[in-house]
């Protein structure tokens, strides 16, 4: 027996929520223990292991964002009386938006000042330019699809070594593209390319390709076991590629006790997103889609995925303003950063926040259901 769509959305909400707690915790500690950490949390040698663990839990939340990006945008486009043409205009518009908030209410809540000294071009900005590439390339028969997303996320990692010096004519698409840079934009401002957008072009078309499986014609215990067979498969060839140590990230090595051993072959490269990085991330992003399928998730998983634009930005402003306020009642009193002393206490107040998050989530999800406005179908 199928099930109906609302129940097949449960699922990537569940996951999508999950991945917005993961990246709660990450932008906690961007904000509450920056000043105990060295300026590379993956760093090997300089980091604990809770501190490297933590920052490494992050790492799922962008592939599978862009992934369900495209999943949800093949959904939107499958809906009766809708064509190519509806759902090209959608992800256009919607990209825009995205690029837009990114620089201007989502990097204000970052520092408060605006324009801020530097513009950092990061999830929301690569997911906004994504949409605008799929946006186009939905129009190619899937079988070009496919190949051009196996292309992008199997071959990127070739161009690695092709760099442009700033000021040359190719250095700006080309930190825009691949290679992530500082782009002097005069007057005094800057713009760093913190995610380069090439693999994610790459992951936001397997995504839209994915959304095949979620057709009328296949049952939901049919698509289970194909999201945890290639789950599966992905994760082996990252097991593979990176036992082999030969291509698709850079070398890890041996360390000194099993733990640095571990931490080497964990430390992917997620900036841009390497072939093996893609593969265990979007890896587990599909086991996990695929057993959600299965089980009745936390209804707060499904509420904060059903309003991720609203959660994100609602969240950025709150620790922005929860550090300010407790900075100035614990002000160490020597101009250094507040911030707090345990990891543990990363996940501690990361849970608080979450809690916290979940009643104005909740009131957005009911504003969304009971008005007509078109435009909040775009948060």
Known sequence: MQAPAKERLTSIDALRGS????????????????????????????TAPALFFTRLTSHVCAPIFVLLTGLSARLYGSKAGRGPGDTAAYLAKRGLLLVALELTV???????????????????????????????????????????????LCGHNLLDGIHFASGSPGFIPWAILHDRSIIDLGGGLQARTSYPLLPW???????????????????????????????????AGFVLLRWLNSYGDARWAPGATAIETAMSFLNITKYPPSLQFSLLTLGLGLLALGWLERV??????????????FFYVVHLYALHLLHDLLGALNAPGDGSRYGLSAVWQIWALAVLVALAMYWPCRWFARIRRTTSAGWLSYF
Do not use: C
Not at 118 to 147: E, K
Not at 296 to 309: E, K, N, Q, T
């Open 296 to 309: 009745r998730p936390w209804p707060a998983l499904i509420r904060f995925g059903s309003v991720p634009m």
């Open 201 to 235: 072009i790459g992951i936001i078309l397997a995504g839209y390709l994915l959304g095949g499986w979620y057709g009328p014609d296949t049952a939901p215990n049919a698509r289970a076991r194909r999201l945890a067979l290639a789950g599966g498969a992905a994760v």
């Open 19 to 46: 991945v917005m707690l993961l990246m709660l915790v990450d932008h906690v500690r961007e904000y509450f223990y920056l000043h105990q950490q060295v300026s590379d949390p993956m760093l090997i040698g300089a």
């Open 106 to 152: 989502i990097n204000f809540a970052w520092s408060f000042a605006f324009p801020p000294p530097m513009f950092y071009l990061q999830v929301i900005w690569v997911i906004g330019l994504s949409m605008l590439a799929l946006a186009a390339l939905l129009w190619l028969p899937s079988g070009v699809q496919l190949a051009l997303a196996s292309l992008i």
